[in-house]
C-alpha cells in the first residue's frame, strides 16, 4: 500500500539529494530513496484530475519536482542503480506527452527526452579505451580495472620514494613522515577519488595518509578524497563489509589524523549496538567491537582513546546516563581489557591503568581484577577495599578537597568498569554479612556520585531490602507477595528514586539462585521492570538471557547453580513461546516479533551452555 506525498516530503529529499550530491549513497538511504520514489509515482498517477490538466496540476503541487528528478539522473550512484534508475525514468516519463498540444506540453516533453537520452548515454557512450583494449586482447572493464590498478600502484610507489624521515623543528628532531607541500597533496588526494572506486585502492589510500604537509599545519588531504574513504567505512558494524578494505594501520593512521572519520566509526558503532542490533549478547558485543580494531588502536596511541572516550562521554550527557549508552560503555571496556590482556604479551599496548590520572590509579587496579574464580570472602574483602577508597574520597569531597568535575570523573571511571558494582548486587544475596554489606559504598556512589547526602538512605534501603531477599532466596517456598512488598517498600522513598537500578539486577541474580525464582518468573520480571501486570514472553525471555549472560560475566563456568535444570527447562519453553507466537502472527506483526526476537534467540545457545555447566558444577 503506498502513501500519499506532499510537497514537503518532497523537498526534504530534495534537500538530502543535494547535500549527497555525487558522493557514495549509504545503503539503507537508497532504500529508503526507494520506497519514497514509488510512493511519489503513484501520488502521481492516481490523482483524480483531467488528463489534459494532470501536468499542469501536478507541476503546480509539486513546483521543484523537475529539479529534484534532475539531480538524481546526475547521481551516479543513482544511475548505476538499476532499481532505483528504473523508477526515477518512470517518474520523468510522466512529465513526457506523446502528441504535445500547447508550448508547455513541449517544453516539458523536450526536458523529460533530455534526461532520459543523458541517462541512456551514461551507458551507451562508446568507450574510448575499447579500441586499444581490443587490441591488446581483453574487453574495455578489464582493460580500465587494470589501467587503475597500475595507476594507483605507480602513485603508491612515488610517494613511498619520498623520503621517510623529516626534519621537525617544534621537535628538534627527525621524524618519521613523509612531507610534501599542501598544496601538492590537496591536489593529488582530490585526483585519486575516482581511484578510490577500484578494487585494490587502499594502496594509494595508505600511502597518502602516511603524507603531512611541509609548509602547513592544516590538513593537506582534499575532504573530498577523504569523505569517500570515511563513506566506504560506513556499513563495517551493520553489515560487517566495507566497499574498501583497509589494513589496521591504514584505519589508525585515517582515525589519528581526521577526528570526524574517528568521530564517524564510533557514531557508528553505537548506532548499530543501540538501533540495529539492540540485543546483542555481551560476548557478541565484545566481539564486535573488537572486529574493527578500535580498543587495540585505542592501547596503542592514547590520543586515539583520549578521542573516542570524549565522544562517548558526550554520549552520556546528551542521554542524561541513558541505560544503552552505559551499556555500551561496558562493552568497550571489556573490549578494552579483552585486548589488552591479548597483546600485553607481544608488549603492543601499555597499561589500562596509565590511561586514568594517577590519583585514580589504584581505585582502577582494582575494578580491572577479573571477579570470575574468586570465593565469595575474597569477593567481599575485595569490595570492601573498594569501599574504603571511595569513603576516603567521600570525606575529602566532605572537607571540599575534591569539587564536583573530580567527583563527576570518578563516576565516570565507575560506570566504565561495572562489574564490581554488580558483584556487589551478587554479594548481598549469597554472602554473610551481618552489618555492612561489602561493596555497599560502590553501589551508592555508581547511582548518586554527585549527591554524598544521599548515600545513608540508600545504605539504610539495600540493608533492609538485602536482609529481606536474603533469607527468601534461601526458601525452598516463599510467597510472591513477601518479595513484592519487599521491592516495593524500597521504592517507596521518593529521595532515593534510582533505587529501581539495583532492584533490576538483584531480581536477576534472585532468579539465578532461588529454587522456586523460574516458576513466577513473569511476576518477578514485571516486578523488576515496573508493569502494573507480568510481563509478556519476550520481555521474560530477554530477562533471562540478561540474568544468565550476567552470572557467566561475573563469575565464568566456575559455578554451581542449583536450580539450573528448571533454569533451562523454563528458557527452552519461552523460546518455543516466542517461535510459535511469530508463526501464528500476521505477515506485519510476524516481521516485528521477528525482529525482536532474532538477537534473543541467538544468545539463548550461550545461555543453555551455561547452564549445563553449572549443572554439572553441583
Known sequence: MSLEINN????????????????????????????????????????????????????????????FLADLCNSNDIVLNSEIYDLVMRCV??????????????????????????????????????????????NPDQYNSESCNKISKEISVKLQDLPPYTWDNIAGMMLPCRSM????????????????????????????????????????LHPGFLNVVIESQCNAYS????????????????????????????????????????????????????????????????????AVDNILQAFVENT?????????????????????????????????????????????????????????????????????????????????????????????????????????????LIADWNQKIPGLELICWFNYPLHSEKHDCLKKIMTSLGGSLRQLVKQSNFLMTDLKDAVLLANQNADCSHVMNVIQPMCQMFVMYSKEGCKVLQHIVG??????????VTQQLQFLVDAVELMYHLNGYNKSIPSSHIIVKQLQDLKKTCLDNILSAGDRDRTLLRWQTDQILQSCGFAERCLQKWSVNK
Open 8 to 67: 514537503e516530503d518532497l523537498e526534504t529529499w530534495r534537500a538530502k539529494v543535494a547535500e549527497y550530491g555525487n558522493r557514495v549513497w549509504e545503503s539503507h538511504n537508497l532504500a529508503e530513496l526507494k520506497i519514497f520514489l514509488s510512493n511519489l509515482q503513484q501520488t502521481i498517477l492516481n490523482s483524480k484530475i483531467n488528463d489534459d490538466l494532470k501536468l499542469a496540476v501536478n507541476l503546480k503541487r509539486f513546483p521543484n519536482l523537475g529539479q
Open 93 to 138: 516519463l510522466l512529465w513526457s506527452v506523446k502528441n504535445p498540444t500547447n508550448a508547455f506540453e513541449e517544453k516539458s516533453t523536450s526536458w523529460a527526452r533530455t534526461q532520459i537520452r543523458k541517462t541512456v548515454s551514461y551507458y551507451k557512450q562508446e568507450d574510448p579505451c575499447s579500441t586499444l583494449a581490443h587490441t591488446v586482447g581483453c
Open 181 to 220: 607541500s599542501c598544496e601538492a597533496l590537496r591536489a593529488l588526494s582530490l585526483r585519486c577519488v575516482p581511484l578510490l572506486k577500484v578494487p585494490g585502492s587502499h594502496h594509494i589510500i595508505e600511502s597518502l595518509l602516511a603524507c603531512h604537509a611541509s609548509d602547513s599545519t592544516m590538513e593537506p
Open 239 to 306: 553489515d560487517g563489509q566495507c566497499s574498501i578494505e583497509l589494513s589496521y594501520h591504514c584505519q589508525t593512521a585515517l582515525w589519528n589524523r581526521y577526528l570526524p572519520a574517528l568521530e564517524r566509526e564510533v557514531i557508528s558503532l553505537v548506532k548499530t549496538l543501540i538501533k540495529r542490533q539492540p540485543w546483542l549478547s555481551r560476548e557478541h558485543a565484545v566481539t564486535l567491537i573488537n572486529s574493527r580494531f578500535l580498543p587495540l588502536a585505542c592501547l596503542e596511541n592514547p590520543t586515539i582513546y583520549v
Open 320 to 428: 542524561q546516563g541513558s541505560p544503552d549508552v552505559l551499556r555500551i560503555m561496558d562493552y568497550f571496556s571489556q573490549a578494552l581489557l579483552q585486548c589488552s590482556n591479548d597483546h600485553t604479551a607481544q608488549k603492543k599496548s601499555s597499561s589500562i591503568c596509565h590511561m586514568y590520572p594517577l590519583q585514580y590509579r589504584s581505585l582502577v587496579n582494582l575494578l580491572l581484577i577479573s571477579s570470575q574464580g574468586l570465593p565469595t570472602q575474597s569477593c567481599c574483602l575485595h569490595l570492601r577495599h573498594i569501599d574504603n577508597i571511595l569513603d576516603e574520597i567521600t570525606n575529602n569531597f566532605s572537607q571540599h578537597q575534591m569539587n564536583q568535575q573530580e567527583m563527576y570523573d570518578l563516576w565516570l571511571i565507575l560506570i566504565k568498569w561495572p562489574t564490581w558494582y554488580y558483584k556487589a548486587i551478587e554479594m548481598i
Open 527 to 536: 516486578l523488576a521492570l515496573q508493569k502494573k501486570g507480568d510481563a509478556n
